[in-house]
């Protein structure tokens, strides 16, 4: 595996969730550097099949040799089209890493990070048309402020949107380095590094449209999922963990609970954890950016 390109946080457990049956067919709809799917593939047999999703051309490049493996160039809100397209109609389990690889933080001219100066890019695919600084110098106020508020739980949404806009028209944002300019009056030197971490996840939300590809997927693992298969997930902010802990546990992401006519509930998943499993700091020790992680397992009912 190339482990500049992503280290899994908990790796170990997230595989143990999917309960690996050696003739099953297993998929990782977060490919990346491939770690989860080499720890899948350990488990397979001969028979194993194991499908790997990723909306990145970059992933492709850590494809793995292997008959049992296929490697599938698309975003996984794509997954029941394409599982029908390789002919399988229901699978024994899935895995999802909903982090940004490190690969991306660290190649600056992808503009995921603040640390470097670089173009205002943040597109998983580099063929889509949005990009960062088309949404900064385009979008309205209101749309940038909403943005803010629901993507980065940003106190100061309306604020931020302002300066932008203003600036905008004096002169277009296209780098990094200048959206932080921007945005000092706002924050404090003590808060800076934690903010501007929130400001770039909103715009990275935005750009590649994370919750709603989130929410498809998930809806559409109930279809594919066998009975008794398992469907683990990695999240990392409190958005998508919520998103993830109400549909585990009620099969809709408000988190209300439905009954039928009997008054049992409906929930077509089992969550097998109450509470998520989250890196010891022994593992957070040696790969600091686990520490967000959070992992949630279920099973198809």
Do not use: W
Not at 144 to 152: E, I, R, S, V
């Amino acid at each position: 595996m190339n482990n500049l390109y992503h280290i899994p946080a908990l790796l170990h457990q997230t595989v143990e969730g999917l309960n690996i049956q050696p003739d099953g067919t297993y998929v990782d709809v977060t490919f990346g550097g491939g770690g989860h799917s080499r720890a899948i593939l350990q488990q397979l047999g001969t028979e194993g099949r194991l499908l790997a999703f990723d909306r990145d051309a970059e992933a492709a490049q850590n494809a793995i040799s292997d008959p049992r493996f296929t490697f599938v160039h698309s975003n996984f809100k794509f997954l029941k089209n394409f599982l029908r397209y390789h002919n399988i109609e229901k699978v024994d389990g899935i895995v999802a890493d909903l982090g940004v690889s490190f690969h991306h933080f660290d190649s600056a001219e992808r503009g995921f990070s603040f640390r470097f100066n670089a173009p205002l890019d943040m597109r998983m695919n580099q063929k889509s048309d949005l990009t960062a600084a088309c949404i900064l110098n385009t979008y309205a106020e209101e749309a940038l402020a909403d943005m803010f508020y629901c993507y980065g739980e940003l106190r100061q949404a309306r604020r931020i949107a302002q300066l932008i806009v203003n600036e905008r028209v004096k002169r277009k944002i296209t780098n990094t380095q200048h959206l932080i300019e921007i945005l000092q009056p706002v924050f404090s030197k003590e808060k800076s590094k934690k903010e501007l971490m929130l400001v770039f996840q909103a715009i990275r939300i935005e750009v590649n449209d994370e919750l709603s590809a989130l929410k498809s997927f998930l809806q559409q693992t109930i279809d594919v999922l066998k009975q008794r298969g398992r469907l683990s997930v990695l999240t990392y902010h409190s958005l998508e963990d919520r998103l993830v802990k109400n549909f585990f546990r009620t099969g809709n992401f408000e988190g209300q609970q439905q009954k039928d006519f009997y008054g049992n509930l409906i929930a077509p998943l089992k969550p097998l954890n109450t509470k998520p499993i989250m890196p010891t700091e022994k593992e957070i020790e040696s790969n600091p950016r686990a520490r967000s992680a959070k992992l949630r397992t279920a099973e198809k009912i």
